[in-house]
């Protein structure tokens, strides 16, 4: 059974910092990993897609990296601004192409 | 194009009292996902339909909850009788079959209050 596990689960940081949200899991036999964005009270809005068979993916400040070997990936938050505050969620999926989710990390920039 | 679309944005009904979640997918997609997050805890997988059928439902938490999908459009899940641990926030997603692209996409979510 897949686990997926994110850490840290909360992080409060300065406007302007750079900043690396990572994410692992147990069965490296994945099919994809999902990065996801959810502000209070919304759905679940899609950042990034990576296919088992890529290593990144990049859209404006968000780089998602994958290594699936040792079943890890990162997202890479560049220039962080008080807008990017909300939680982070990573999901993978695998032969049954059914995404597992980690709990999160909630994030904080502060002006 | 329309997105993951649920209905209703919210509901609150008492202890033993019936519910129904609706999901309208993205046109043409044919997978189809529950899942639920319960407060403090990840989001959790409740079942999977790919066009009218339930490919798999390991996920659904006892036969209180039923999940339809006719003709392969959208989706409901009822609560029958609902109960106080029941309350969460239910999502839906859909995505193309593999080979068609596999990003899922989520709706707003039901957020259900049992008391």
């Known amino acids: 059974k897949q686990e997926v596990t994110q850490i840290p689960a909360a992080l409060s940081v300065p406007e302007g910092e750079n900043l690396v949200l990572n994410c692992s899991f147990t069965?490296?036999?994945?099919?994809?990993l999902q990065w996801f964005r959810q502000d209070p009270g919304k759905g679940l809005t899609s950042l990034l897609l990576?296919?088992?068979?890529?290593r990144e993916q990049t859209s404006g400040r968000l780089n998602a990296s994958l290594d699936k070997s040792s079943g890890r990936s990162t997202l890479y938050i560049a220039a962080s601004q008080p807008g990017d505050s909300a939680t982070y969620l990573c999901?993978?999926?695998?032969?049954?192409?059914?995404?597992?989710f980690g709990r999160g990390t909630s994030l904080i920039v502060h002006p | 194009e329309a997105g993951v679309t649920q209905f209703p944005s919210h509901s609150v009904i008492e202890k033993g009292q019936t519910v129904t979640l609706r999901c309208d997918p993205i046109?043409?997609?044919?997978?189809l996902y529950w899942y639920r997050r319960v407060m403090g805890k990840e989001i959790k997988f409740l079942l999977h339909f790919v066009k009218e059928s339930k490919q798999d439902e390991s996920g659904m938490p006892n036969n209180r909850f039923l999940a339809e999908r006719t003709g392969g459009t959208y989706s409901t899940l009822k609560v029958q009788p609902a109960e106080l641990e029941d309350s969460g926030v239910y999502f839906c997603?859909?995505?193309?079959?593999?080979?068609?692209?596999?990003?899922?996409?989520f709706g707003q979510g039901t957020r259900l209050t049992v008391v």
């Open positions: 990576i296919q088992s068979s890529q």
């Open positions: 069965d490296s036999a994945i099919y994809n």
């Open positions: 999901a993978v999926a695998g032969g049954s192409y059914i995404p597992t």
């Open positions: 046109s043409g997609h044919d997978n």
């Open positions: 997603a859909s995505s193309l079959l593999p080979g068609q692209g596999t990003e899922a996409f």
